[in-house]
């Protein structure tokens, strides 16, 4: 148990402290690579729904189902929280069978950022690698020891951020990326 709350801790500070404020020091590299997404798996046809702009009647444990899950584990734990700064998230954690008893469970997350644009994202330690996803928003990714954190523009200063803690950092990229396409299908597109 004490593990499963140590990864839910590991993931929940990846996701939000990928969308903090910028914090002052050393500038880091904006940019190191690009992100690909001819192997996510998933096909888009067009944006999230427009008849619903408004991303604040968006519940972050509706935007990824059950079914779209099992494929990457046997995730038996969702939990629907705020940040310390009320941003709205949802985690998924993963039985302990479907870890080692060396690792941690897997686990993923959605936060859903109402107060902060994409350029607000921050490099976890991994870089930033810039891309769009397959309906053309745009997307950073970054990685930390903990897992991959992919942040998505929504709006000028409204962005989501899609983390897995699966494994290795790429199996959790790789979960990232397609759990980011997923999502995008169901975020507004204003």
Same mark, same amino acid.
């Given at each position: 148990?004490?593990?499963?709350?140590?990864?839910?801790?590991?993931?929940?500070?990846?996701?939000?402290?990928?969308?903090?404020?910028?914090?002052?020091?050393?500038?880091?590299?904006?940019?190191?690579?690009?992100?690909?997404?001819?192997?996510?798996?998933?096909?888009?046809?067009?944006?999230?729904?427009?008849?619903?702009?408004?991303?604040?009647?968006?519940?972050?444990?509706?935007?990824?189902?059950?079914?779209?899950?099992?494929?990457?584990?046997?995730?038996?734990?969702?939990?629907?929280?705020?940040? /310390?700064? @009320?941003?709205?998230?949802?985690?998924?954690?993963?039985? =302990? *069978?479907?870890?080692? %008893?060396?690792?941690?469970?897997? +686990?993923?997350?959605?936060?859903?950022?109402?107060?902060?644009?994409?350029?607000?994202?921050?490099?976890?330690?991994?870089?930033? /690698?810039? @891309?769009?996803?397959?309906?053309?928003?745009?997307?950073? =990714? *970054?990685?930390?020891? %903990?897992?991959?954190?992919?942040? +998505?523009?929504?709006?000028?200063?409204?962005?989501?951020?899609?983390?897995?803690?699966?494994?290795?950092?790429?199996?959790?990229?790789?979960?990232?990326?397609?759990?980011?396409?997923?999502?995008?299908?169901?975020?507004?597109?204003?």
């Amino acid at each position: 148990m004490r593990n499963v709350s140590l990864g839910l801790l590991v993931l929940v500070s990846l996701v939000s402290a990928s969308c903090s404020e910028a914090m002052s020091g050393s500038p880091q590299s904006d940019v190191t690579g690009e992100v690909s997404r001819s192997a996510s798996g998933v096909t888009a046809e067009k944006p999230g729904p427009a008849a619903n702009s408004d991303i604040s009647t968006v519940e972050p444990c509706d935007l990824v189902d059950d079914s779209t899950l099992s494929r990457f584990a046997e995730f038996v734990e969702k939990k629907a929280k705020k940040t /310390q700064t @009320g941003e709205p998230y949802c985690t998924w954690s993963a039985s =302990r *069978t479907s870890a080692s %008893s060396e690792e941690w469970p897997p +686990m993923v997350g959605v936060l859903i950022d109402p107060d902060a644009g994409l350029d607000q994202f921050q490099d976890r330690g991994g870089g930033l /690698q810039r @891309g769009k996803t397959d309906n053309g928003r745009p997307i950073i =990714r *970054t990685t930390s020891d %903990s897992g991959c954190a992919v942040g +998505m523009a929504v709006e000028d200063d409204v962005h989501v951020v899609v983390s897995a803690g699966i494994k290795d950092i790429e199996e959790s990229c790789r979960v990232a990326d397609q759990l980011v396409e997923v999502v995008d299908q169901k975020i507004p597109w204003v």
